[in-house]
């Protein structure tokens, strides 16, 4: 049996990884169209590689995706994180837990987690072809045609596409010509710009904070990061996730509202002011932050605010009080338009998961034609989850079941 992977990610390793280990006869050939591989494992997580993520129960992990919740929870059943850490530990690759979930190897360098793949795939003897690109696949009686960029044919038995995603539908040309349908790509994880926003001058600076955007019902909880041109940090990030479609919709034009105090209500930061005034009553409102918020994010909302930084607590007028409490938990901003960085770009859409088995990772549309990886309709929030999306589907595709 020969079978082609097609995409040299992480989801592609670990299919012909699971391929070869499974059927130690079969022939596997894995297609890289550059002269990279694993490219987004090398650079992800700022090097140090997010392997997956501390959250344990098929129905609680797959809840992290806001496309592909129902079919990574039967996916997961069958592979989840403590697979995938299995999976690195029996490779002498042994990951951490960092307080936010965040799982990264122990070395705090994605070349270990590199290693262990191109390690075991030489090991299993699978062919690695770089500089090849897949231009088309064709069923051809039982088999498959394979066109490759060096305008040579190849026939295989099993097919598994693991191409990653991408911001452009013609990318997925080839793939609709096989008969899958292919819902429209959108950008999933993003940054905010706000441009000429004086909010910009505390660029580095990070807020717990709750996100919300308005005129829908996103919203995101985490730390916030300002940035020279707008808005970052994982409550940033997970917005942009959930809100992918409806802010593709709006062209990146929209408004946002901010809680600066982690999702304090209103009348509960009005309530912890006056239990803590005995505190900070004579003291300069500059120099006495009753919510332990950044110094320069302080000054800034008090700039905002309109309240010098000199006034003594016990003498700041009620109105000036309210002013303060309501930029503190209902702040707004202008968003005009997204960045997205190369190394960490996700993407919503591509091939309908209507059309793929949530058991198999096989089409249903094509026998013996298999799925793995971001060239699914499927993305996670910020934080290990895309990759175990990808270690999971790749483990199933590999199983190459029909």
Same mark, same amino acid.
């Given at each position: 049996?020969?079978?082609?992977?097609?995409?040299?990610?992480?989801?592609?390793?670990?299919?012909?990884?699971?391929?070869?280990?499974?059927?130690?006869?079969?022939?596997?050939?894995?297609?890289?169209?550059?002269?990279?591989?694993?490219?987004?494992?090398?650079?992800?997580?700022?090097?140090?590689?997010?392997?997956?993520?501390?959250?344990?129960?098929?129905?609680?992990?797959?809840?992290?995706?806001?496309?592909?919740?129902?079919?990574?929870?039967?996916?997961?059943?069958?592979?989840?994180?403590?697979?995938?850490?299995?999976?690195?530990?029996?490779?002498?690759?042994?990951?951490?837990?960092?307080?936010?979930?965040?799982?990264?190897?122990?070395?705090?360098?994605?070349?270990?987690?590199?290693?262990?793949?191109?390690?075991?795939?030489?090991?299993?003897?699978?062919?690695?072809?770089?500089?090849?690109?897949?231009?088309?696949?064709?069923?051809?009686?039982?088999?498959?045609?394979?066109? *490759?960029?060096?305008?040579? %044919?190849?026939?295989?038995? !099993?097919? $598994?596409? +693991?191409?990653?995603? &991408?911001?452009? @539908?013609?990318?997925?040309?080839?793939?609709?010509?096989?008969?899958?349908?292919?819902?429209?790509?959108?950008?999933?994880?993003?940054?905010?710009?706000?441009?000429?926003?004086?909010?910009?001058? *505390?660029?580095?600076?990070? %807020?717990?904070?709750?996100? !919300?955007? $308005?005129? +829908?019902?996103?919203? &995101?909880?985490? @730390?916030?990061?300002?940035?020279?041109?707008?808005?970052?940090?994982?409550?940033?990030?997970?917005?942009?996730?959930?809100?992918?479609?409806?802010?593709?919709?709006?062209?990146?034009?929209?408004?946002?509202?901010?809680?600066?105090?982690?999702?304090?209500?209103?009348?509960?930061?009005?309530?912890?002011?006056?239990?803590?005034?005995?505190?900070?009553?004579?003291?300069?409102?500059?120099?006495?932050?009753?919510?332990?918020?950044?110094?320069?994010?302080?000054?800034?909302?008090?700039?905002?605010?309109?309240?010098?930084?000199?006034?003594?607590?016990?003498?700041?007028?009620?109105?000036?009080?309210?002013?303060?409490?309501?930029?503190?938990?209902?702040?707004?901003?202008?968003?005009?338009?997204?960045?997205?960085?190369?190394?960490?770009?996700?993407?919503?859409?591509?091939?309908?998961?209507?059309?793929?088995?949530?058991?198999?990772?096989?089409?249903?549309?094509?026998?013996?034609?298999?799925?793995?990886?971001?060239?699914?309709?499927?993305?996670?929030?910020?934080?290990?989850?895309?990759?175990?999306?990808?270690?999971?589907?790749?483990?199933?595709?590999?199983?190459?079941?029909?």
């Amino acid at each position: 049996m020969r079978v082609a992977i097609i995409g040299g990610g992480a989801a592609g390793f670990f299919s012909a990884i699971s391929a070869k280990t499974n059927h130690s006869n079969a022939e596997v050939v894995l297609f890289e169209k550059t002269d990279k591989l694993l490219a987004k494992v090398r650079i992800s997580g700022g090097g140090r590689c997010n392997v997956t993520h501390a959250c344990h129960g098929a129905r609680k992990l797959a809840s992290n995706y806001p496309r592909g919740e129902r079919f990574l929870r039967k996916a997961f059943e069958q592979f989840a994180v403590k697979d995938t850490v299995d999976w690195f530990a029996q490779r002498n690759v042994d990951l951490k837990t960092e307080l936010d979930g965040r799982m990264f190897p122990t070395t705090d360098d994605s070349r270990s987690v590199i290693t262990a793949l191109m390690d075991e795939a030489e090991q299993l003897k699978i062919q690695v072809r770089l500089k090849c690109a897949v231009i088309g696949i064709e069923r051809s009686g039982d088999r498959f045609q394979v066109s *490759l960029s060096n305008d040579c %044919v190849e026939l295989y038995d !099993r097919v $598994i596409v +693991t191409t990653g995603g &991408s911001p452009k @539908p013609e990318t997925y040309s080839w793939l609709k010509a096989l008969g899958h349908t292919i819902v429209p790509p959108a950008p999933s994880l993003f940054t905010f710009n706000m441009p000429a926003d004086p909010i910009r001058e *505390l660029m580095g600076v990070v %807020v717990p904070a709750r996100v !919300r955007i $308005i005129g +829908t019902d996103v919203e &995101s909880k985490g @730390p916030l990061l300002i940035t020279h041109w707008g808005m970052s940090g994982p409550a940033i990030l997970r917005a942009s996730a959930w809100g992918a479609r409806v802010l593709q919709e709006r062209g990146y034009n929209f408004s946002v509202q901010i809680n600066w105090l982690a999702g304090m209500s209103e009348d509960h930061a009005r309530q912890f002011l006056t239990e803590h005034a005995d505190e900070f009553d004579r003291k300069q409102i500059g120099n006495a932050n009753p919510f332990t918020l950044p110094k320069r994010f302080w000054s800034f909302i008090l700039n905002k605010a309109g309240v010098s930084s000199e006034s003594i607590w016990s003498q700041i007028p009620k109105k000036d009080k309210n002013r303060m409490i309501d930029l503190l938990t209902n702040d707004r901003y202008e968003v005009r338009g997204k960045t997205t960085f190369k190394e960490e770009f996700v993407t919503a859409g591509g091939i309908s998961l209507e059309e793929v088995s949530p058991f198999t990772m096989q089409s249903t549309v094509v026998p013996e034609l298999y799925f793995a990886g971001e060239v699914l309709d499927i993305d996670g929030i910020t934080g290990g989850f895309n990759f175990q999306a990808a270690w999971t589907t790749g483990h199933i595709a590999g199983l190459l079941k029909n």
